[in-house]
């Protein structure tokens, strides 16, 4: 098993149990991780690039869930 392997395999893993079943952010992250660190990043900091690309995911405004009151006022 090779580290790109290992690094690919807990990559996956994280985003799963932060996004459950958002396979698409997963192999993004996990590609932003494998190419900083094919490119002479460290382990560390290729998931520190992964981490970033995921927080940068979540708190994107497309990506937030609408507050139900807000959304029942407006429609009022």
């Known amino acids: 098993m090779t580290n790109e392997h290992v690094l690919a395999e807990a990559v996956q893993a994280w985003v799963e149990q932060m996004l459950p079943g958002d396979g698409g952010v997963a192999e ?6 494998l190419n900083c660190y094919r490119e002479g990043g460290s382990v560390r900091e290729a998931y520190g690039q992964a981490n970033g690309f995921v927080q ?8 937030l869930m609408p507050d139900h009151h807000v959304v029942l006022r407006l429609i009022s």
């Open 28 to 33: 993004r992250a996990t590609l932003v991780a």
């Open 56 to 63: 940068s995911w979540i708190h994107h405004p497309a990506h």
